[in-house]
């Protein structure tokens, strides 16, 4: 009897040792493209400045920049995609005198238009963090935003 009980462990240890991992691993984040398109423009001149940033498990990425021209009534940005799951934020600004920064007044308020991800609105102040974020989901992620 007990030589039936022996191979039989075996068996089981061996069936473990390859079944197991299979079942451990991770599936591969898809990828998510990611894209703004901004809207408002009366007149097409200066340039539109916006900053993508994401967070993975807490750990935020650095910034990725883009910039076009304003040529038509609305400008499209097409990021460089990230992965499923990443909790991202946009703002943006148009830079209608072509000195590449956000003008403001003596107080600090912006002179040109600008906008945040989700079309959050400030308030005495940037928006609240939470009102910008948006989680990537796989495919496109696609945001329309007015930048008046």
């Not at 883009?66 to 946009?90: I, M, N, S, W």
């Not at 400030?122 to 007015?146: C, D, M, Y």
């Amino acid at each position: 009897m007990r030589s039936f009980f022996v191979p039989l462990s075996r068996i089981s240890l061996l069936a473990s040792l390859v079944f197991v991992p299979v079942v451990w691993a991770n599936p591969a984040p898809e990828p998510a493209r990611v894209e703004f398109i901004f809207s408002g423009f009366s007149q097409q001149k200066g340039r539109v400045f916006a900053q993508l940033v994401c967070e993975d498990r807490g750990n935020k990425s650095a910034p990725i920049g883009l910039v076009e021209p304003v040529l038509g009534p609305q400008v499209t940005l097409k990021f460089p995609d990230r992965l499923a799951g990443e909790v991202c934020y946009v703002r943006a600004f148009r830079d209608t005198n072509g000195n590449q920064k956000l003008d403001t007044n003596l107080i600090g308020i912006p002179s040109e238009p600008y906008a945040f991800s989700n079309n959050a609105k400030a308030n005495l102040g940037p928006p609240k963090p939470e009102s910008t974020r948006f989680i990537l989901k796989p495919g496109l992620n696609r945001q329309a935003i007015a930048l008046n």
